[in-house]
């Protein structure tokens, strides 16, 4: 592959106010190849709306404009709705950390999984999908997959459903995971075995991961590169290795202040199901 895999120039998202339209992302601007790039940065600097923007996926009347946004060559800005669905989950998937799209409560978990594989029209007979789905679940190191197959949503603990969702992920072979506070809701203990798992899926892949995050110790552990950004700007950007050479006053704030959040979290933050299904 030549070029970079994804080349966001000037990316703004604006949503109107009684005042007139207010940016809250304002020229973000990044490239990256097959690598892990984290996006850092407090509450409300527009992290998942840059994530969003990239799979179009805010909707009006929020307005996103961008000089450029290159996906392995491709432009996506002015691309059809049916081009970019094709995009969305078979190329580039996200989990989002908005808890409103969670897994579909009365469907099997080997049912949805199967569906995140042939929602985009790959064809397969039923004992080939469910081998695909078993072979899933183990990647995503589910014990007993047979079992947890036939089980709905509610019968699984939280880290149990993101493994779930993890393997729905990744099972078309995306080229890119955009990954919103993927474990926001777990406890640290299985934040970390979530993480790795992400990770290692991604190295043996050799997919790109972009990683949004408040926290920038998880974010500088888990990624090549790192942007922080605050008030929807890009306010640095520096190889995770040198992160102890943060040099922005905003960067070194977030340096100092970077307790392990572990205080109870309500939700679940669950795969956007419109990533495979459009909008
Ligand atoms: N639909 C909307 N209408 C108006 N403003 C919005 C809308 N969605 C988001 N915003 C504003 O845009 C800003 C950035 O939001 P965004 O969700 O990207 O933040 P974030 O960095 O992901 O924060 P968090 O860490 O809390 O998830 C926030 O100030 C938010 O209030
Ligand atoms: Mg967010």
């Not at 995009?87 to 579909?104: C, E, H, T």
């Not at 099997?108 to 995140?116: K, L, N, V």
Request: aromatic share 4%; proline share 6%; hydrophobic share 45%.
């Amino acid at each position: 592959m030549s070029g970079p895999l994804l080349k966001v120039d000037n990316l703004r998202v604006s949503f109107p106010s009684p005042d007139g339209p207010t940016e809250v992302v304002k020229g973000v601007s990044f490239a990256m190849g097959r690598e892990r790039l984290g996006i850092v940065g407090e509450s409300g600097s527009g992290k998942s709306l840059t994530g969003r923007a990239i799979l179009r996926l805010i909707r009006p009347p929020g307005r996103v404009t961008a000089d450029r946004i290159a996906f392995d060559g491709t432009e996506l800005t002015g691309l059809s709705g049916r081009k970019m669905r094709a995009i969305r989950g078979a190329r580039i998937s996200m989990v989002m950390q908005d808890p409103k799209f969670s897994l579909n409560p009365v469907m099997t978990m080997g049912d949805q999984i199967a569906e995140a594989l042939t929602v985009h029209g790959a064809r397969m007979s039923r004992a080939k999908l469910r081998s695909r789905v078993l072979e899933m679940l183990e990647k995503v190191r589910i014990n007993d997959p047979e079992r947890v197959m036939q089980m709905y949503p509610h019968e699984v603990s939280g880290g149990m459903g993101q493994r779930v969702m993890i393997a729905m992920m990744l099972i078309p072979e995306p080229d890119l995971l955009i990954a919103d506070e993927p474990t926001s809701a777990l406890d640290v203990s299985v934040e970390a075995q979530v993480m790795d798992l992400i990770n290692d899926l991604i190295v043996q892949n050799g997919m790109g991961l972009i990683l949004i995050s408040h926290d920038l110790d998880l974010v500088a552990r888990y990624c090549d590169h790192v942007l922080v950004m605050n008030a929807g700007e890009v306010v640095e950007s520096f190889d995770a290795v040198n992160m102890a050479a943060a040099q922005h006053p905003y960067t070194k704030g977030l340096l100092a202040a970077a307790p392990r959040m572990n205080e109870t979290r309500e939700f679940l933050p669950v795969l956007d199901r419109s990533a495979w299904e459009g909008t």
